[in-house]
T-cell receptor, first 116, second 113 residues
Framework: ETGVTQSPTHLIKTRGQQVTLRCSSQ?????VSWYQQALGQGPQFIFQ???????GRGNFPPRFSGLQFPNYSSELNVNALELDDSALYLC???????????????FGPGTRLLVL | SQQGEEDPQALSIQEGENATMNCSYK?????LQWYRQNSGRGLVHLIL?????REKHSGRLRVTLDTSKKSSSLLITASRAADTASYFC?????????????FGGGTRLMVKP
């Protein structure tokens, strides 16, 4: 167990709806990253939050947005859902430093989203 | 496009045999990490190897890194049925502001009892 939790575990939405996914980071970690994993593929980086600010973003449209709270938990919001958004959404927490020197990221169990 | 590419895409071995998976990447890295994933669940961190390291061990796992060839390998010795999973390499790239990982497509390992 990594100590990273995500909710909900599964979710079914229809095209055009909005969804919010939640992640609680491991104690002592100040950085949360979100990834999208389509079936049979490796995870794709969505964005990262470091000390409540977005610290980098992958190749995802603006309808993917996020927040990080003072306790370092995080939300991923997706608006105007599309069928291709169906995937496993993973969050990972880590201890980020000003140098940006990478550290181990610890992943939660994921939220499986199905868009119909 | 993905930074890392694993090879082979799928591997089937007998229990007790060794399994070797390879990863190639394209740009300079801070570190390279290997993860395991069981049946579409969360990723389990196995090993992190930094760009100035050449080899690391953890139990039955051995990871090598060759920055001149931009490649890494993961060796699992004396494999067990419980090692059946997908294995991913992920690179933390030098140019990124934070430690954002770029994953390959994974190697699907099946260990037969």
């Amino acid at each position: 167990e990594t100590g990273v939790t995500q909710s909900p575990t599964h979710l079914i939405k229809t095209r055009g709806q909005q969804v919010t996914l939640r992640c609680s980071s491991q104690s002592g970690h100040n950085t949360v990253s979100w990834y999208q994993q389509a079936l049979g593929q490796g995870p794709q980086f969505i964005f990262q939050y470091y000390r409540e600010e977005e610290n980098g973003r992958g190749n995802f449209p603006p309808r993917f947005s996020g927040l990080q709270f003072p306790n370092y938990s995080s939300e991923l919001n997706v608006n105007a859902l599309e069928l291709d958004d169906s995937a496993l959404y993973l969050c990972a927490s880590s201890f980020g430093q000003e140098t940006g020197y990478g550290e181990t990221q610890y992943f939660g169990p994921g939220t499986r989203l199905l868009v119909l | 496009s993905q930074q890392g590419e694993e090879d082979p895409q799928a591997l089937s071995i007998q229990e007790g045999e060794n399994a070797t998976m390879n990863c190639s990447y394209k740009t300079s890295i801070n570190n390279l990490q290997w993860y395991r994933q069981n049946s579409g669940r969360g990723l389990v961190h196995l090993i992190l190897i930094r760009s100035n390291e050449r080899e690391k061990h953890s139990g039955r796992l051995r990871v090598t890194l060759d920055t001149s060839k931009k490649s890494s390998s993961l060796l699992i010795t004396a494999s067990r049925a419980a090692d059946t999973a997908s294995y991913f390499c992920a690179t933390d790239v030098v140019d990124n502001a934070g430690n954002m990982l770029t994953f390959g497509g994974g190697t699907r390992l099946m260990v037969k009892p």
